[in-house]
């Protein structure tokens, strides 16, 4: 770098590339420069930013097509018989749809898990519970120290992909009461007779 004069250095500008006299670390010939270099970086970034957000949207909705074409192929939520022992897609897999990518870890896990569906009735409610677990008779006796209805257990299914909770819970949300607990209808009773028919 050349130096002219105390404090003055030959710069070539940044932003238009003439030359000019400026201070050692100047990169701008004029405020005129600077000030349109900075809007030029923005612009440069808002529109990266515009990219990736499109991008995402883009995958997001190839994940959402994908997913309606899985759900399509699946068996039918009110066929019980059809659930015991079946591991739905990991695509199904709430993370999968989120900004990530599930790991590994994660589609292993979702391809572990097994647990018990049970229904658990409270007769004089007429309203029944819609629930996993490990242990759905401590379930049921904790449900009970609880609760100031009789309830009984009118249904389990073992060997149930967690998934499958979920998918009841929305498949019966028109009659769902609060939490997991549902209006008894005929729809229900029809279920928990299928699958007390097939754990028969
Ligand atoms: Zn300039």
Redesign the pocket.
């Known amino acids: 770098m050349n130096k002219i004069s105390p404090g003055a250095y030959r710069r070539i500008?940044w932003?238009?590339g003439?030359p000019?006299l400026g201070r050692k670390n100047a990169v701008?010939?004029?405020k005129k420069?600077r000030e349109s270099d900075v809007k030029l970086r923005l612009k440069e970034i808002r529109a990266t930013t515009r990219k990736k957000r499109a991008a995402r949207q883009a995958k997001l909705q190839a994940d959402r097509e994908d997913i309606e074409e899985i759900l399509l192929g699946m068996p039918s939520i009110l066929d019980p018989s059809k659930w015991i022992g079946y591991t739905p897609p990991p695509m199904l897999c709430s993370a999968w749809s989120g900004n990530y990518l599930p790991d590994e870890w994660r589609v292993e896990r979702w391809l572990r898990k097994k647990t018990n569906l049970y229904v658990i009735f409270a007769r004089s409610a007429a309203r029944a519970k819609i629930g996993i677990s490990i242990e759905p008779d401590k379930r049921l006796s904790k449900l009970k120290s609880t609760s100031p209805v009789d309830l009984e257990m009118l249904a389990v299914l073992p060997d149930i992909h967690p998934y499958y909770e979920g998918a009841l819970h929305k498949e019966f949300s028109d009659v769902r009461h609060h939490g997991e607990w549902f209006d008894m209808c005929p729809k229900l009773q029809s279920l928990v007779e299928k699958i007390n028919g097939c754990t028969a």
């Open positions: 500008c932003h238009c003439e000019f701008y010939c004029s420069c």
